[in-house]
Structure formats: C-alpha cells, structure tokens
C-alpha cells in the first residue's frame, strides 16, 4: 500500500501530493520518501502541471520522521556520515522549494518536526483552525537540521530559536500571527481554499511563474551553503552521541529519556 498519494487536476494544472500513512499520523519513513522522489520527477517533467499542493491524510499533516525506523537503525538520520555526505542529505530535505515549480502546504493537524519543516519547505502555507507546530528533536536528543538552517527566514529569529531550544509547541494562530502561515481556515474549508490558490498560480504563465519563485526564492537560500557546513559538524557530533540513540529508543518505548549529554 502506498504512503503516498500522487494525484493530477490537468484542468487546474495542479497536482496534490497526500502523506498517507493516518494509523501512524503520516509519519515519514523510507517508503514515503522514495515515493515521494518518484513522485516529484513525474511532477517536474510534466508540462501541464504548474502547481502543487502537499497535504496529509486524517487529522495530521505530518508526524515528523518515522521515530520507529531510527530507533531500529533503519531511518534517513545516520552517525558516521561524511561532512559532504551530510550537507547533500540537507540539500535533499528541500523536496519542494528546490522544485522550479511553487507548492502549497495545505496544513490540515499536526505539523511536528519534520511534518513543519515540510510544511516550511513549501512557498505558501495554509492552515486549518486545529492544526499546529513544533519541533521536537531537542527532546529526541537530534537536530532540526532543516529547522535550524531555514526557519529564521520565514520567522522572527526570537520566534524560531525558542520553538527549536523548547519544544513547544505553536498554533495555526500564532502561525498566523507571525507570518509562517498565510491563511487559517475552517477545516472544510483548507482544500478548497488550496485548490483555490494553485488554480490562480496555474492560469498564469508558467515561466513567469517559475522564474518569479527563483528569483524571490533566493534570499532564502543565500548563505545556506556556509550554514549547512557548520551543521555537519555539530550533526556529527550530535548523532554520534548516546542521547541521539536515547531519543528515538526512549520515544519507541514510550519512556521518559535518560540523558547523559554524551
């Protein structure tokens, strides 16, 4: 069974990518992922998408990274990597803001970890009245490698930095409030409203569109080369650590973590 859904409107010249994985509240594991890739290439050679749209099925958006496949060594976060290893797997977690062609986050629950630095990958983030954020690696004893890279530039640096060093954890409101969201919404309304937007990007032309993104887009990269080297050295340090094996252990037992800070 797929963990992803890939679904294209030609009329709207949109296509809407769903996380489908709801008994696991659309946790991302390898399936998902490589789905994903597969999906993204199609997308990208097809002329007569222009749009899409990322989305989760049931009441979440995204769980974050599949805690399960780390704890049993079979996830994406890996010790031991080399420095350029580590810097092409942060360049690999922008799926959709290094695609040429703009995405809407439909945020309709919870956004955690790496279902929020999903969501912050997108150009546009809607969200329905009863999700929300967070970024939970600190209590996971891991990094928020594209949290720590990305979310000051789409937020206050206050705002962000007591997100990534608490944990807490922030609402489609506050979302609103601070910028990160651009919409919230009635729940029934979230789709509609997002097909709404892609059916308006989708009418217009499509280089013009492509080429706007690149250019806006380019402060958000600016100096990310630069920040990926230093995160690879902390990301080494971090997950060669035994409270980066406590973490995702702890959480898959469903325990209270014993730190060490080794």
């Known amino acids: 069974m797929a963990d992803l859904r890939y679904e294209r409107y030609p009329d709207g010249h949109y296509a809407v990518f769903t996380m489908d994985r709801p008994d696991r509240l659309n946790a991302q594991g390898a399936q998902m992922r490589a789905e994903l890739r597969e999906a993204?290439?199609?997308?990208?050679?097809?002329?007569?998408?222009?749009?899409?749209?990322?989305?989760?099925?049931?009441?979440?958006?995204?769980?974050?990274?599949?805690?399960?496949?780390?704890?049993?060594?079979?996830?994406s976060v890996r010790a031991g990597q080399t420095e350029e290893e580590r810097i092409e797997a942060y360049r690999g977690n922008q799926p959709f803001g290094r695609n040429p062609k703009p995405f809407i986050a439909a945020v309709n629950g919870?956004?955690?970890?790496?279902?929020?630095e999903r969501a912050a990958d997108c150009d546009i983030r809607i969200a329905a009245t009863e999700?929300?954020?967070?970024?939970?690696?600190?209590?996971?004893?891991?990094?928020?490698?594209y949290g720590i890279n990305h979310l000051a530039r789409l937020m206050p640096f206050g705002?962000?930095?007591?997100?990534?060093?608490?944990?807490?954890t922030l609402s489609?409101?506050?979302?609103?409030?601070?910028?990160?969201?651009?919409?919230?919404?009635?729940?029934?309304?979230?789709?509609?409203?997002a097909v709404e937007i892609a059916e308006m990007i989708g009418a217009n032309a499509p280089l013009a569109v492509q080429g706007t993104k690149a250019v806006a887009s380019f402060w958000r990269r600016y100096g990310l080369e630069e920040s990926y080297r230093v995160n690879a050295a902390w990301g080494q340090r971090v997950l060669n650590s035994d409270d980066a094996r406590e973490g995702?252990?702890?959480?898959?037992?469903?325990?209270?973590?014993?730190?060490?800070?080794?």
């Not at 506050?174 to 990160?180: I, K, M, V």
């Open 40 to 75: 993204l290439a199609e997308f990208s050679h097809d002329d007569e998408m222009r749009v899409g749209i990322v989305t989760g099925a049931g009441r979440a958006f995204s769980a974050g990274a599949d805690l399960r496949e780390m704890a049993e060594g079979s996830g």
């Open 110 to 116: 919870l956004a955690i970890g790496a279902g929020m």
């Open 248 to 262: 995702p252990r702890a959480f898959a037992e469903k325990r209270p973590p014993e730190w060490t800070g080794r």
């Open 159 to 168: 705002e962000a930095m007591y997100l990534m060093l608490t944990g807490d």
């Open 131 to 145: 999700a929300y954020f967070g970024l939970f690696e600190v209590k996971r004893g891991i990094l928020a490698n």
């Open 172 to 193: 489609a409101e506050e979302a609103q409030r601070l910028g990160f969201v651009h919409e919230m919404l009635e729940p029934e309304a979230l789709m509609p409203r």
